[in-house]
């Protein structure tokens, strides 16, 4: 288990500021799909008593329909669950020093990411649609100069306030290890672009 | 002509094996929250409403299934839908 006292590669002085999850209406989404699946068979059980169907009585299809509901209750059950550990397993933690990204896709992969705040070149935060707006939700994007995917905090609670807060202590960071995202630009760009060629 | 007869225990074998493969998944679940979750309150909250949940929903299928006379022999015949034969496994 993971512990906010104690961070992987936790250095000296290294405090947790942030300790972000999807917000809350992603796992309510997850209930609502298991409450949507159990309501499906009560509905087919009660059209059959209303339609005065005696396939339950059926020396056959009674125990073969009994079964197939006590798999599908299992399977929505296995479900739901997959669904809570994604969503109990994707977090987002901002320390003093840096922002650790961990992301659980399906049960069998997990992405582990850390990013020095003194990297950061670039803050985002969105807000999308109806609800994101009305609930104050949306993404929070990170940005550094390296050649690498920028980090992600998708649909987290107040995105402009922790946008707010990663800024200030990037800046924090910056005045006390100095800036790395220049550093990292100025390689880039000793990468990209080659030098004149030699006219003879 | 005879009819081919089969026990309707037969059924239980591709149970047996969904069980078996949503027991496992659980586990991994399970697994998954114990090791890689967060030291806390709720990640115990939601270790136990996996066990509570999971024990429940096994409890109800495992009430449905035993009221069932599993020994009882069925003929192709009676798998046809509404075919008329009054015998029930249900003892109804």
């Known amino acids: ?200 | 002509m005879t009819a081919f007869h089969f026990p309707l225990w037969y059924l239980l074998i591709p149970f047996a094996a969904i069980l078996l493969a949503t027991t496992i998944y659980m586990f991994f679940n399970i697994y998954h929250i114990a090791k890689f979750g967060m030291q806390s309150f709720g990640t115990t909250v939601v270790l136990l409403l996996y066990f509570g949940g999971y024990l429940a929903v096994l409890c109800v299928v495992g009430i449905m299934v035993s009221s069932i006379d599993w020994q009882h022999t069925v003929t192709i015949i009676e798998i046809l839908p509404f075919a008329g034969n009054s015998t029930s496994t249900f003892g109804l």
């Open chain 1, 1 to 200: 288990m993971i512990s906010l006292k104690a961070l992987p590669n936790q250095e000296h002085g290294e405090v947790t500021v942030l300790f972000l999850r999807r917000y809350w209406l992603d796992l309510a989404g997850a209930f609502l799909f298991t409450l949507a699946m159990t309501i499906v068979p009560i509905a087919v059980w009660v059209a059959i008593k209303l339609g005065n169907l005696t396939i339950m009585s059926q020396p056959f299809w009674g125990p073969a329909l009994t079964l197939l509901l006590g798999c599908y209750m299992l399977v929505v059950a296995v479900i739901t669950m997959a669904q809570i550990t994604d969503y109990f397993l994707d977090i987002w933690i901002v320390t003093n020093e840096r922002v650790i990204n961990i992301e659980q896709h399906g049960l069998f992969s997990r992405t582990i990411s850390e990013l020095r705040l003194n990297q950061v070149q670039d803050i985002t935060s969105e807000t999308a649609g109806f609800l994101g707006t009305f609930l104050t939700y949306g993404n929070v994007f990170i940005q550094t100069a390296a050649e690498r995917e920028r980090f992600q905090f998708k649909n987290i609670d107040n995105p402009d306030d922790v946008k707010l807060i990663i800024a200030k202590l990037v800046t924090e960071c910056k005045h006390r290890h100095g800036d790395a995202s220049l550093e990292q630009e100025e390689q880039i760009t000793d990468h990209k672009i080659p030098s004149e060629p030699h006219t003879a």
